[in-house]
C-alpha cells in the first residue's frame, strides 16, 4: 500500500514561457504532473538550488527548451506520498539532482552508473515523458519521481544546504573520487563559482593538497576559509608555470571561456598521466588542442553522479562538514535570484525556499 498525507492534483511553480535573454521572466505555472506509480515518491519541496544548468536551459541556450519550463535540479524536501515500491516511507527528508530516472536495467545501470546510462535517461525537468510530456523541476511546491533517485539526506544535513550538493556537489565530487583525489595528491580547482567552491571543499575533504586557480586574486580570502592551500591566479601563465609546471595530478575545470590556456598552462601544470576534468558545460565547443600538449595525459569530462555516489558525497560532507555556501532567497522571488545569478552575483549558491 502506498501511504500518503494530501497531494494536490497539481503541482506550480514558477516558468518561463519562452526563451530569455538577458532579462528573465518567469510567472506561476501549474501542471498536472504524471500519473503516480508505486515506485515513486512525492516530495513537498522545502529548498531549491539554482544551478547554472537552470540559466543556460531558461535561455535555451544548449538547443531548443521545450515551454513552459519549471527549472530546478537542487530539490531537497519531505515525502508526503511514498509508493509501496519507492523504499521511501512518508516524513523522509530526500534530495533530488539533475537526473531522476533512467532505464535501472542497463550495464551502466547495474553498475551504479545511472548518469551513464544511455537507454532512458531522464532530466529532472525537461526530461521526455509518455505523449509529448516532460518534466518541470524544483522552482515549485512539489516533485514527483521515482524513489530510487530521491536520496535520503542524512541527519545533520540542512535540506537548505544541502540542496546545492544535489547537483553541485556530486559532480565535483564523483570526478575527484574516481580519479583519486586523496593524500599526497595535488588538486587544481579551476574557476571559483557554485561548482568551484564544492570542488575545493571536497579535495580538500578526500585528503588532497588543493590549490584554486582563478583569473584574480578576488576570491583568495574565500578560497582560504573553504579550505584551499593557496590560490594560483592564472593570468600570468610564464610564472605559474616556472613554479607549478608538471606537479598536478589532477585539475577540475569548473568555468569555461573560449580561449582556455589549455595548451599553454592547463596541461603543462598536469604531471605525466594527470587528469583533467571538465565539468563545467560551457555552449561552445572546448578549444581546439594540440596533440603534442596532451601526451601522457588526459581530457576528460564528467556527468553529475550516481544515486550511489550521491549517498557517498553525504557520508563525505557530513563527515568533513563540507558545506554549501549559500544565500537564501523566497521562492516566490525566484525570478530576481535567477536575474542575479545570470549577473554573477552568487556568493556561492542561491537556494530558493519555499514557506513551510
Ligand atoms: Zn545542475
Ligand atoms: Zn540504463
Redesign the pocket.
Known amino acids: 500500500m502506498s501511504t500518503s498525507t494530501t497531494v494536490p492534483e497539481q503541482f506550480s511553480g514558477y516558468a518561463a514561457f519562452e526563451p530569455q535573454g538577458d532579462t528573465f521572466t518567469l510567472k506561476k505555472h501549474s501542471y498536472t504532473p504524471r500519473p503516480f506509480e508505486e515506485d515513486d515518491v512525492d516530495i513537498k519541496i522545502t529548498a531549491s538550488g539554482i544551478c547554472g544548468s537552470d540559466i543556460h536551459v531558461l535561455r535555451s541556450g544548449w538547443g531548443p527548451s521545450k515551454y513552459p519550463a519549471i527549472v530546478g535540479h537542487e530539490i531537497c524536501g519531505e515525502v508526503v506520498r511514498a509508493g509501496k515500491n519507492s523504499g521511501h516511507q512518508v516524513g523522509d527528508k530526500v534530495g533530488v539532482g539533475a537526473q531522476c530516472n533512467?532505464?535501472?536495467?542497463?550495464a551502466?545501470?547495474k553498475e551504479n552508473n545511472?548518469n551513464y546510462?544511455?537507454?532512458?535517461w531522464c532530466a529532472t525537468y525537461q526530461g521526455a515523458l509518455k505523449d509529448g510530456q516532460y518534466t518541470q523541476g524544483g522552482y515549485a511546491d512539489y516533485y514527483r519521481c521515482p524513489g530510487h533517485f530521491a536520496i535520503k539526506v542524512p541527519e545533520g544535513l540542512d535540506l537548505k544546504v544541502a540542496a546545492p550538493l544535489l547537483c553541485a556537489g556530486v559532480t565535483v565530487f564523483s570526478p575527484l573520487h574516481h580519479y583519486g583525489a586523496g593524500p599526497g595528491k595535488r588538486v587544481g580547482v579551476i574557476g571559483i563559482g557554485g561548482l568551484g567552491h564544492l570542488g575545493i571543499q571536497f579535495a580538500k575533504a578526500l585528503g588532497a593538497e588543493t590549490f584554486a586557480l582563478s583569473t584574480s586574486k578576488s576570491k583568495e580570502e574565500d578560497c582560504k576559509a573553504m579550505g584551499a592551500d593557496g590560490v594560483l591566479v592564472t593570468k600570468d601563465a610564464d610564472s605559474l608555470l616556472k613554479e607549478y609546471a608538471g606537479t598536478f595530478d589532477l585539475l577540475l575545470g569548473t568555468s569555461f571561456a573560449p580561449d582556455m590556456p589549455f595548451d599553454t598552462l592547463y596541461m603543462p601544470l598536469l604531471k605525466p598521466r594527470g587528469h583533467i576534468i571538465q565539468v563545467g558545460l560551457p555552449e561552445e565547443r572546448l578549444p581546439g588542442i594540440k596533440p603534442q600538449a596532451i601526451f601522457g595525459k588526459s581530457i576528460t569530462g564528467s556527468l553529475i553522479g550516481s544515486p550511489e555516489e550521491i549517498k557517498q558525497m553525504f557520508e563525505v560532507a557530513v563527515k568533513h562538514n563540507v558545506k554549501p555556501w549559500i544565500q537564501e532567497r523566497p521562492m516566490s522571488d525566484a525570478q530576481q535570484a535567477v536575474q542575479d545569478m545570470h549577473e554573477g552575483k552568487a556568493r556561492y549558491r542561491y537556494v530558493l525556499v519555499n514557506d513551510q
Not at 533512467?102 to 542497463?106: A, G, I, P, V
Not at 546510462?117 to 532512458?120: E, N, P, R
Open positions: 533512467s532505464c535501472r536495467q542497463c551502466a545501470c545511472e546510462c544511455k537507454k532512458a
